[in-house]
């Protein structure tokens, strides 16, 4: 038997150097050596004078403290001699004792190695351009969107962690091919068709984080703050949090069912009120009519609030999208489009309110007027709001020439305009039929 195997069994047949042993493998976990100071409370006089005989001291209080140095040193006048520390502690445990920063560095490893996994079974399942092999790769490489929620829950269990990227990634996906067709999906059937289970994708559960953080890898947005923007997020990748959220406000616009007009809109615009209305609402819809000549949409509510109250005595026909564009927004546009009314589209000079109106443009062609968001408006409107590298990097792909003149303008500036700061403009365009459009 070697030295050190000698030395730790005969300390192991020996109760009084327990505590100490326990305190040198943790120095040696942390250090990867014996380094600093070894303090023992309350000691019994077996160990004062087992341990004061290895350090050569001689120890009376009952609270002792000696450096770890010391003991090995001792250790090397003893009949072991030479005693290699590390081989005398594992001997001493009967385990392989490895040090805070391999561990760290094994568990790095193997992390890796499950995110580099993934990566492979996503390019095998579709190909380097797949949505999902995106996100994984960005989590991999940049170690956000999620990196922190996989790694916790691959520490707990790697097969469940797996499952739970590759629903996520398969979701994205299946959001990304329904984007391109505009279309939306409840939730719950979402989440349904992905795991099995409806509340899958709940706000707080693992997959539910997993997707948003995915959802904001793919649209290059910040993670949501609150339950409103976390609302906004799934709406704005395709997913409608309940049967009822794809909603838009309206005024003065009628709507038409088999039997007639449809008696509870009639009495909205005969009161000249605003409504809502849902993609429930519009199942039994078969034609709409506007009540003015043109329609305006704007993108935020106070805007649209402001906009009733001041042009009243008007035939007008306001839509409001609040934010973006969802699925009972475009159909109803595709409706008025098919009147033979053309619409006006204002909405913030940002990239999200610029990326709303270049869709719009690109989607239903030159009857959809871009109003009031041209470089001057956004001259005049510009607050002193900063936008984000992410933000700006949405401008670079506008397709609407003036939208892209816009665009540039608010690139070169880095700062984002807003609607509010137009108001009179907007008014004063209704009242004329007419807006600043392209």
């Not at 047949?13 to 409370?41: D, H, P, V």
């Not at 003065?252 to 009161?271: N, V």
């Not at 409504?275 to 043109?294: F, P, R, S, W, Y």
């Amino acid at each position: 038997m070697c030295s050190s195997k000698e030395c730790a069994e005969y300390f192991k047949k020996q109760n009084a150097y327990r505590r100490c042993f326990e305190k040198l493998r943790k120095k040696w976990m942390s250090y990867g050596r014996l380094t600093g100071r070894i303090t023992l409370r309350d000691t019994s006089e077996e160990e004062r004078r087992a341990i004061g005989g290895v350090v050569g001291k001689v120890f009376f209080e009952k609270d002792i403290q000696f450096s770890a140095a010391e003991f090995e040193q001792g250790l090397q006048r003893t009949r072991f001699a030479p005693v290699d520390m590390k081989k005398v502690l594992e001997a001493y445990f009967g385990e392989t004792i490895s040090t805070n920063q391999d561990r760290k560095q094994e568990k790095q490893k193997e992390t890796r190695a499950f995110l580099e996994g993934l990566c492979v079974h996503f390019q095998e399942s579709g190909d380097r351009e797949s949505i999902a092999f995106l996100w994984i790769s960005d989590v991999l490489l940049e170690k956000r969107y999620g990196y922190q929620i996989l790694v916790r829950e691959y520490g707990k269990d790697p097969d469940a962690a797996r499952k739970y990227a590759v629903n996520v990634g398969n979701a994205l996906i299946k959001l990304k091919i329904a984007q391109e067709e505009e279309k939306e999906c409840p939730l719950a059937v979402f989440a349904a068709a992905i795991s099995g289970n409806p509340h899958y994708f709940d706000r707080g559960t693992v997959a539910g984080q997993l997707l948003i953080h995915a959802i904001c890898c793919w649209k290059k947005s910040n993670l949501p703050e609150n339950a409103h923007q976390w609302r906004e997020m799934l709406v704005c990748a395709g997913i409608v949090p309940d049967n009822v959220s794809s909603l838009l406000h309206v005024y003065g616009l009628r709507l038409r069912t088999k039997e007639g007009w449809h008696p509870a809109y009639e009495a909205f615009c005969a009161r000249k009120e605003p409504c809502v209305i849902t993609m429930e609402n519009l199942k039994e819809i078969t034609g709409v009519q506007a009540v003015g000549d043109c329609v305006y949409v704007v993108e935020n509510e106070m805007v649209f609030s402001y906009l009733i109250d001041n042009v009243k005595s008007e035939k007008l026909t306001l839509l409001c999208t609040s934010g973006q564009l969802r699925a009972v927004a475009l159909e109803l546009i595709r409706m008025i489009l098919e009147t033979e009314v053309s619409i006006y589209y204002s909405g913030d000079i940002d990239p999200d309110g610029i990326g709303i109106a270049d869709r719009l443009r690109v989607k239903f062609g030159q009857r959809i007027r871009i109003w009031r968001m041209t470089p001057r408006d956004y001259r005049i409107s510009i607050s002193g709001e900063q936008i984000g590298a992410s933000g700006l990097a949405k401008l670079e792909n506008i397709k609407t020439p003036l939208l892209r003149e816009t665009a540039s303008c608010v690139r070169e500036n880095g700062m984002a305009a807003y609607q509010e700061n137009l108001l009179e403009d907007l008014q004063n365009d209704i009242r004329q039929g007419g807006g600043s459009n392209t």
